[in-house]
Each structure stands twice: as C-alpha cells, then as structure tokens.
C-alpha cells in the first residue's frame, strides 16, 4: 500500500514540476550548512597542524602568499564542488518528482536562498569571507578620506585622529618650525606653538599629494616664518612625505588586490556551487526515479 501511494505521489507531481517541496529545500539548506561547518573545522584543524612557522629570517613572503592564496582558492572551490553536489542529490531526492525540470528548479532554489543567507551573516558580521571582503573595499575606498576627516574634525584631537603612518611627519614639520634658520629662538618657539593640529595635518597631506605651494601657503598662513624659511623648511620633509605616500599607495594597491581576489574567489565558488547543485539535484531525481520504478 505505502508503495503503491508513493508511486502516485510521484506520477501526480510529474506534470506540475514548477511546484516546490520546502521541506527538501529546507532539509538541503540544513545539510548544506552543517556540512559546510564540518568541513571548515576540519580544514582549520588540517592547517594548525600541517603549518610550520618559520624563522623570520627564512620567510619568502611573496612565494609564500602566492602558494597559501592558490591552496586555499583551490580547497575553497572544491569544497563547494563537494557540499553543494551532496545538498543537491539530498533536495532532488526528497523533492518527490522525477522531473528533471523540478530537480533543476530546487537546486536553484537552494543555492539562492544560501547566498541571500550567506549575505545576511556578512551583514551581522558572521560570514568571515564576506566580511574579509567588505573590510577590504571599505580599507581601499577610505584610504584617502580618512585624512580629510581627520584635519577636518577641529583643533582638540586632530593629530591624534590622523593615520599613524603621518605621525613622524608631523613631528618633523613641527621640529623643523622649532629649529628653523632665523636666530630668533623665540620667534621659532612661538611659530611652533602657533600653528595648530589641524594646519598641521593639511600641511602633512598637502605635502604627501606632491602639492608643495598648497602647503607652503598654509605655513605662511599660520606660522610667523618667512619664506625662506618655509622653502627650507619644506625641502627638509620632502623626501619623507614622499617615502610616506608611496607606502599609503601600497597599502590601498595591497588592499584592492586582496578585495578583488577574495570577491573572484566568492564569484567561483557561487558559480561552480550552482553547476555542483543542479548536477546533484538531477542525479537525485533520477535515482528517485530508478527507485519507484523498482518498487
């Protein structure tokens, strides 16, 4: 009897493969993840202990980036390959219809429904590869505004608000004011305490832009040194300004670098997760389909 009321199950839902069995899609999902969990903790446990630390001195940082980056895309995608071809056959399997089509249609179903999962997680933080992702677009879109915001944000705090990496600058510009080339002490003494955080930091971007008139006139403009003092003044911290904009520059270049490989790698893996997916769901309509015929 059980046998007899599977097969018409089956046979009804031939013709209406558009209509969804939630409880596979759901049961899938649930599969899917855990899995996913499983292998992620494993893999983890497989690299804390394989990887040996070499000494500092042996480190090739290049060849080592290059081989770690090509391992993990590599597992990555074949992670992907594996869990979403098993959460496939499982949905295909439970969907209770034969049809190709409807098998096709939940695993569709299932690999859209992870990505809008997968995409709430990043949203809460949770999602590491996404949130890795995000983190690398904002570092590379803000690398330049967050100076702006810095000297923008008034007098008290400013210095202590710009990039670290502007701090030796500063306290160049600022020592250069107090040392200058006048033999007036007090003069210098006075033009240092003058000029406030926030001229100081304009002056350090202005410098790091290659923008030497822009930072000359906001000297003149806040300190008492004349202009021979400014040219000297400014030539004295060129070099460094421009040591510290090249390794502002690397750092954004590193950072999109690193943002576009991690969204390539998630545009893979969705992409081989969907080909994975259908080619499981397929597979699982058809077994089910091996297995009414048999009964």
Do not use: C
């Amino acid at each position: 009897m059980s046998t007899h009321t599977q097969r018409n199950v089956v046979l009804s839902s031939h013709t209406d493969w558009w209509t969804i069995n939630w409880g596979a899609v759901f049961a899938s999902l649930v599969f899917i993840y855990a899995l996913s969990w499983l292998i992620f903790t494993l893999s983890a446990a497989i690299g804390f202990s394989i990887v040996e630390v070499p000494e500092i001195k042996h480190i090739d940082t290049k060849s080592e980036t290059l081989t770690v980056s090509i391992a993990l895309y590599g597992w990555y995608i074949l992670t992907a390959w594996v869990v979403y071809l098993l959460g496939g056959i499982l949905a295909g399997k439970l969907s209770g219809n034969i049809d190709q089509r409807a098998a096709t249609l939940h695993g569709v179903v299932v690999w859209s429904i992870t990505i809008v999962i997968a995409v709430v997680l990043a949203s809460m933080g949770v999602n590491s590869l996404l949130s890795s992702a995000a983190g690398a677009i904002k570092t590379t879109a803000t690398a330049g505004t967050n100076i702006t915001k810095a000297v923008s944000s008034g007098k008290e705090g400013a210095i202590s608000q710009l990039p670290s990496s502007l701090q030796p600058l500063i306290a160049s510009i600022k020592q250069g004011i107090k040392k200058g080339a006048s033999q007036d002490e007090k003069k210098l003494e006075k033009a240092a305490e003058q000029i406030d955080p926030q001229a100081l930091g304009l002056i350090a971007t202005a410098l790091i832009r290659g923008d030497e008139q822009e930072a000359k006139e906001i000297m003149a403009s806040n300190t008492d040194l004349d202009e021979k003092e400014i040219d000297e003044l400014v030539g004295s911290v060129k070099t460094k300004a421009e040591k510290i904009g090249k390794d502002i520059q690397r750092k954004a270049d590193e950072a999109r670098g690193y943002a576009a490989g991690i969204l390539w790698l998630m545009f893979l893996s969705y992409i081989v997760a969907l080909i994975a997916i259908i080619f499981g769901a397929r597979y699982g309509a058809k077994k089910l389909a091996s297995s009414v015929q048999q009964a």
